[in-house]
């Protein structure tokens, strides 16, 4: 690529886009970098009026397909791209990234699969942001934001960012893991610009470190904090402290360490929070007994922007009516982590009228979901998380239900219901009363369970759903399922992007229907499923149009797997072996393949077979 | 058993099982224990025998009950060419018994799994979930507190923490037990009456009772309210609580 022999490293900015066009002239056409003739005067002019074009267009999507349109078009949408997708980081190098796309502001990156999730591949398998880190600091000198999800970051890569990139402002980690709290001390005490410190559902460990002590003094310009992940005591009198100096301040998610005495001194503080986690929602256990309680009420009044709520991590469900005032503006409410009965939402839930987003854990039983279906109408989003989840007959929720939310919440778009029992016919009702969904994702937690009262797989259900609901694009199975399920999905899911299949599937045909059927399918995880080597290659037509397939407890075998790699050259197949397996068996524990601009990765463990 | 043996064979003659291994029988073989093992199993066409129960006995003593889908499955997991069978398979509609988790399953992260167990760890060590918060009142006193019952391990520091509170009132002697010696009626009289104040409770019947009636635990888990009476009224409980306490006995 030779315009990159020339590679400025000027800031983008509109104002110089004129200064940088004339410098970038003389880097196009082909060749190793000899300087070029002069592009003539209405070429310079094309390509500056599509320069301020393009840098309207923010869909990365839209500007995948805008640099296929001719060269030209690909040099100025490179130029214009400011946020950086990648979303698997072996797809691409860092070095190939950087190249070809140079005034990159934002970078968002994934790395390990979803399946990592539920220790289903080994630590240490991959997906270090090092690498990444090293580059940018040479290539974006005036980086901002950074994204990562499913990454290994460590202490000196926090420390990287802090020190190297002058203008950060925003670092969201979700779901990482590899840092603690020495790292997040050198990041927060370096990082003067910061306004954004968001660290969702990762691993941080404690090294007693005392990093909110660590920001810098004098005004913050700090809009996000969430760290309701940490599990370490933190300072509160330094958090205190700092909260009070954040007048921008609008997101903040405490830990399970902050006491809800405390969550009162801070509410008062920042009134103007339109994002909270409550932390604990309990007494600490040294808060003087029998002490005047606070006006807790009070404080929840005083927040008359919040909208969003979470936290109650040890929730003492006598304080929930506190936040009664806030009920009428939330559309955001997530109870996943407290334990609470029907009887003790309902009376919240029942003020909710504008909710639209609710996770909440499966205690409150299906008459909670018929509480949650009679109030919020607006609902778009709905998790429903087991308190216990095992495999057990029983449950707290079941069709029940599901049905009354399907009846009560038209507008619904999104779902993830873990249940011990479901029946088809509640799965059809929700397909056809939900026809928004875009994400449909049911997790009968009995394997190969079929429907209870019919005794029939949850075929028919999930058929109606592909069927019935045209927008959706991810989908995620469960429950006893024949190859006719998969029929379904092949025929049915032209949207599907995403999908999610554990224990199911007679043979290799519901594989193949879905490889051939799904035309949009880029994450196929699969766990579990007797699928094997046929089935695996009648998804060869389709494999570099996929971010990922996932395999793991199926039928393949290494020769199947070797014959794909060899048929595919721009695809890493990745055989993952778990503890107590042989090198050389010919079975394949986990398949993980991907397809990438760079050939096998070199920094894989032990454990993992290129092949 | 018939149809047991018969699908033995035909699952024995593809995948070379040993015989002696998957013989059916009633009593539990090699007294391994049915409900301990649950369902993880080795796939049969292994030819490791760990001690653990072979799939096809699993298959033979389940096969009256599952369905025919279920019977599918098993020979499904039986034809797996030794790939790790990680998950046995569990179709019985009866209640099954406590089945070995599988690896990652259900798919919940190992962070909310954690956090879930550590709630359910605390509230199991206080004996409930949430605080036992009780109001307090004290005759004569203008304000109620609220304690919460959990923070203290026994009648003694109850009575402390009360102490401190309302500052102008002693507790009795609880005895060695910390517990108010309901059959004896004298010593009874003796401790009402040498008290200006008394504590008293409401118990989940609606009942008042003195307090140190029962043993502190009990009296956590009963307890609705706390109120701190005069000795004299207090008189009028005592022989209602002598009754109860004898009809516990």
């Not at chain 1, 797809?91 to 934002?106: E, N």
């Not at chain 2, 007294?31 to 993880?40: L, P, T």
Request: one cysteine or more; aromatic letters at 8%; a negative charge.
């Amino acid at each position: 690529m030779s315009e990159d022999d020339e590679r400025q490293q000027s800031p983008p900015s509109d104002l110089e886009f004129v200064s940088n066009k004339a410098r970038n002239c003389n880097a196009t056409g082909s060749g190793s970098g000899h300087p070029e003739f002069q592009s003539t005067y209405p070429d310079q002019v094309l390509e500056n009026v599509l320069e301020n074009v393009l840098h309207f267009l923010t869909s990365r999507r839209d500007r995948n397909a805008a640099s296929l349109v001719c060269k030209s078009w690909y040099r100025v949408e490179a130029l214009t791209r400011s946020e950086l997708f990648i979303g698997n980081c072996y797809a691409v190098s860092p070095g190939r990234a950087t190249a070809r796309f140079t005034r990159v502001k934002a970078l968002h990156l994934k790395g390990k699969p979803r399946f990592a999730d539920f220790n289903l591949m080994p630590p240490d398998w991959g997906a270090h942001f090092n690498p990444w880190a090293l580059a940018m600091a040479k290539a974006y000198p005036w980086l901002e934001k950074v994204h990562l999800k499913r990454m290994s970051v460590t202490d000196d890569d926090l420390a990287t960012l802090a020190e190297l990139f002058l203008g950060f402002k925003e670092l969201v980690l979700v779901c990482c893991d590899g840092f603690g709290t020495s790292g997040l001390a050198i990041f927060v005490s370096k990082c003067r610009q910061l306004k954004v410190l968001d660290l969702i559902e990762s691993e941080v460990s404690d090294d007693e470190t005392d990093w909110i002590s660590c920001f810098p003094e004098g005004e913050s310009n700090l809009e996000s904090l969430i760290f309701d992940c940490v599990e370490c005591h933190i300072n509160f009198e330094a958090l205190d402290r700092l909260v009070a100096r954040s007048p921008s301040l609008k997101k903040l998610k405490l830990n399970r360490y902050v006491s809800i005495g405390q969550l009162y001194c801070l509410m008062v503080r920042a009134p103007q929070l339109t994002h909270l986690g409550t932390g604990s929602f309990s007494p600490s256990d040294i808060a003087g007994q029998g002490d005047q309680e606070p006006d807790y009420v009070a404080a929840f009044a005083a927040c008359r922007s919040l909208v969003c709520l979470s936290g109650f991590r040890e929730i003492i469900p006598d304080y929930l009516p506190a936040i009664y005032p806030v009920c009428a503006n939330l559309t955001s409410l997530n109870f996943s982590y407290a334990n609470i009965t029907a009887d003790q939402l309902k009376p919240i839930i029942s003020k909710c009228h504008k909710l639209q987003t609710f996770w909440v854990l499966d205690s409150i039983c299906d008459e909670g979901l018929q509480a949650v279906a009679a109030t919020c109408k607006d609902l778009r989003e709905l998790r429903v998380f087991p308190v216990d989840p095992r495999e057990d007959n029983d449950g707290p929720v079941s069709e029940v239900g599901l049905q009354a939310i399907s009846e009560g919440c038209r507008k619904l778009q999104s779902i993830l219901y873990f249940c011990q029992r479901m029946t088809n016919a509640a799965v059809i009702a929700m397909s056809k009363n939900c026809p928004d969904l875009v994400v449909f994702r049911l997790c009968i937690m009995g394997r190969h369970r079929p429907d209870p009262v019919t005794g029939e797989p949850m075929d028919d259900g999930f058929g109606a759903i592909v069927m019935n609901c045209k927008k959706l694009t991810r989908l995620a199975v469960s429950g006893l399922l024949t190859d006719k399920a998969f029929d379904y999905i092949g025929r049915h899911g032209k949207l599907v992007r995403t999908l999610s299949v554990a224990f199911a599937g007679d043979s290799d045909m519901a594989l193949k229907y879905v490889l051939e059927g799904c035309p949009q399918l880029q994450k196929l995880e699969i766990r579990d499923s007797p699928f094997g080597d046929a089935a695996l290659r009648s998804g060869l037509h389709h494999y570099y149009n996929m971010r990922f397939l996932w395999m793991s407890s199926c039928r393949l075998t290494r020769h199947g797997c070797q014959e794909i790699a060899r048929a595919m050259p721009r695809l890493v197949v990745e055989v993952i072996r778990s503890a107590d397996e042989e090198e050389m068996d010919d079975v394949v524990g986990t398949l993980y393949m991907y397809r990438s601009l760079e050939g096998p990765r070199t920094d894989a463990p032990k454990f993992v077979t290129i092949l | 058993m018939e149809v047991g043996r018969k699908m033995a064979n035909m699952l024995g003659t593809e995948h070379d099982l040993n015989f002696k291994e998957t013989e059916l029988c009633l009593g539990l073989p090699g007294g391994i224990a049915v409900v301990a093992a649950g369902n993880e199993t080795e796939s049969s066409s292994s030819p490791k025998i760990n001690g653990k129960r072979g799939f096809s006995e699993t298959v033979d003593l389940k096969l009256n009950l599952q369905s025919k889908e279920s019977t599918m499955d098993l020979n499904k997991n039986l034809d797996d060419n030794g790939s790790k069978e990680k998950s046995g398979s569990a179709k019985d509609p009866a209640k099954p018994p406590a089945k070995a988790q599988v690896v990652g399953w259900p798919p919940v992260r190992s962070y909310r799994k954690n956090i879930m167990a550590n709630q359910k760890n605390s509230s199991e060590e206080s004996g409930n979930s949430g605080a036992a918060l009780v109001k307090v009142s004290m005759d004569g006193a203008p304000y109620l507190r609220k304690v919460d019952l959990k923070m203290y391990k026994s009648y003694q520091e109850l009575s402390d923490a009360l102490a401190k509170m309302f500052s102008s009132f002693t507790m009795g002697n609880y005895g060695p037990q910390g517990m108010i010696d309901f059959m004896n009626e004298s010593k009874l009289m003796d401790l009402l009456n040498s008290s200006d104040y008394v504590p008293s409770y409401e118990d989940k019947d609606g009942d008042w009772m003195l307090v140190g009636d029962v043993p502190w635990q009990m009296f956590v888990d009963s307890c609705k309210r706390l109120r701190i009476m005069k000795g004299s009224e207090a008189i009028g409980l005592a022989p209602r609580a002598m009754e109860k306490c004898k009809s516990r006995a």
